[in-house]
């Protein structure tokens, strides 16, 4: 999870269109657990307040599908504006949740243990029971894309056992998309979903959260006969749908070539020699590289958009 200088720019004219109807923000209350807290189920009792900004749609009267966007390690950015665009220009209403801010929290780059991944999923499932509540929004229709941390969110809320664990009474999400997942850690029941459909996307040329973990992801899930996909872009590197320079590099923390497992009692163990975990295993790296592919965030656009417009049963 790292920190990328993002170029400016600016948004194509057709999505001028894209322009919300309505924005409101939302303060919700949440916990701020430790990965071992969140995994055992003790959930913390660091009390927090995140905020949400809920954008509508030019849209008819009704009830609105929505999607709720979780952001990375560097916290919101360009890309976050740009696929809220994309999906109010679709018709959905979109969820922008700020997992740091509230906390006092600028990013975790440099230090991911600060805020766990899994205390971003605790985050979604508080969001989703709020989002369901709202008079506009379908509780049904309600899907969730996560990039880079946030994409721990995104998919793993799929899991029955946090679902049981943390899950709203009211709603449960109706699509799960990850953007540069991180694939490498393989928890208790990873394979135990629901029925809704999870599609994750990655750039195969990833050196910070390497498809080759994913891939073996998607291989469980596969083998669970679970409605999961993995599209890759070939040539296509980290954070591929940021606009900005082709290829950079990047600092921060790089775990990408651990390969972690869940044991009792919610600890994280190295495959590499069954011991807990720790910063200083040999497996964790300083610097990635990152870069706008074109051609590869368009088509994941594309894909997104048409998958969305299933699930939501859009005209």
């Known amino acids: 999870m790292l920190r990328v200088t993002i170029a400016a720019f600016s948004l194509a004219a057709s999505l001028a269109h894209a322009q919300p109807a309505r924005i409101e923000l939302h303060a919700v209350p949440t916990l701020t657990p430790t990965a071992r807290q969140f995994l055992t189920g003790e959930r913390g009792d660091k009390a927090s307040l995140i905020a949400a900004e809920l954008r509508l749609p030019q849209s008819s009267a009704g009830k609105l599908p929505a999607v709720m966007l979780m952001h990375d390690a560097a916290g919101i950015d360009a890309a976050i504006e740009a696929w809220s665009n994309e999906l109010l220009g679709q018709g959905i209403a979109v969820l922008i949740v700020d997992s740091f801010s509230g906390r006092g929290i600028a990013d975790t780059v440099q ?97 910070l959260e390497p498809v080759a973990h994913c891939r073996e992801f998607l291989q469980r899930l596969r083998r669970a006969e679970r409605d999961a996909q993995l599209i890759e872009y070939a040539g296509a590197q980290r954070q591929f749908d940021v606009p900005g320079p082709a290829s950079r590099e990047v600092r921060g923390q790089n775990r990408g070539a651990c390969r972690l497992e869940e044991r009792a009692g919610g600890q994280i163990v190295s495959l590499a020699d069954g011991k807990p975990f720790t910063p200083a295993d040999r497996c964790v790296t300083q610097g990635a590289h990152a870069g706008y592919d074109a051609a590869a965030h368009a088509q994941a656009v594309n894909a997104v958009k048409a998958f969305l417009a299933e699930v939501f049963r859009l005209r």
């Open 111 to 207: 230090d991911p243990d600060r805020l766990s991944g899994l205390a971003l999923l605790f985050d979604a499932y508080r969001m989703l029971e709020r989002l369901a509540q709202h008079p506009r929004i379908d509780a049904e229709r309600i899907a969730i894309i996560g990039f880079g941390k946030g994409a721990v969110a995104a998919v793993y809320s799929s899991m029955a056992r946090f679902e049981r664990m943390y899950g709203p009474p009211n709603a449960m999400f109706a699509a799960h998309i990850g953007f540069h997942t991180p694939c490498n850690v393989s928890y208790i029941g990873e394979t135990q979903t629901g029925n809704k459909p999870i599609r994750l996307f990655h750039g195969a040329a990833d050196d």
